[in-house]
């Protein structure tokens, strides 16, 4: 909650504060919606929807294009407008909000920390069998936000995806053992008598083409959206 009223004191929302003036989803700028229905888990409203369905369209090739485009949503806040939100909340018996701090990048650190908490990968993998072997493309990409808010993608591996992309994907989970006790017969021989597993690797499907997305809300809780096509 605290960093919700964060956000709505940053003007993110514009003329529509959470639920104390709904306004029409045109009625502000479409990433301000998504900032501030990302932040609370896209519940349930008409704005929130719209905003969830933009956020997809964006990441539906092609073109791939960043999900949440902070460059578009004013941030600025008057003292004026600082008062009205406060008032707003007043007026439903909550506490007031003190005015944020706003960094040389002209967010505020948890309108940044929503952001930046953002994960997105582009996945082209194939995996495929002829006479010489095995043969193994993998031209994943990973997405994120540097420090002047650009958008950049980067070089990445489906094999060393995150558990969660795994999971969104499909695959197998294949055990990685290692030899916990040793019984020789001699100094040149001997078996393994029992082996420990100490970790898992990812082994995806033979072919994925995917887009994948996984937002954090301000509850600390994951949403996950996948894209094939």
Request: aromatic residues 10%; hydrophobic residues 35%; glycine residues 8%.
């Amino acid at each position: 909650m605290r960093r919700l009223k964060s956000l709505l004191a940053a003007g993110t929302f514009g003329a529509a504060v959470a639920n104390f003036a709904p306004a029409p989803a045109n009625a502000y700028p479409i990433d301000c919606a998504i900032l501030l229905c990302l932040a609370g888990g896209f519940p349930a409203s008409a704005e929130c929807t719209a905003a969830k369905i933009e956020m997809i369209r964006r990441i539906t090739p092609w073109p791939i294009e960043p999900p949440l485009q902070l460059w578009n949503c004013p941030m600025g806040m008057s003292a004026s407008r600082f008062q009205e939100i406060n008032a707003l909340l007043l007026a439903t018996g909550q506490a007031g909000i003190s005015m944020p701090q706003v960094g040389p990048d002209g967010l505020t650190p948890d309108t940044r920390h929503y952001r930046d908490a953002i994960e997105i990968y582009h996945v082209r993998y194939s995996r495929t069998r002829n006479s010489g072997g095995e043969e193994v493309r993998d031209n994943t990409q990973r997405g994120h936000y540097n420090t002047s808010g650009e958008f950049r993608w980067v070089a990445s591996s489906l094999t060393s995806a995150p558990e969660w992309l795994g999971a969104a994907i499909g695959g197998r989970r294949l055990p990685v053992r290692t030899c916990a006790s040793f019984v020789k017969w001699s100094s040149d021989d001997g078996y393994c008598a029992r082996y420990d597993t100490v970790g898992y690797s990812y082994q995806p499907p033979s072919r994925v083409r995917a887009v994948a997305i996984r937002t954090t809300d301000h509850e600390g809780n994951h949403h996950v959206e996948l894209v094939r096509y």
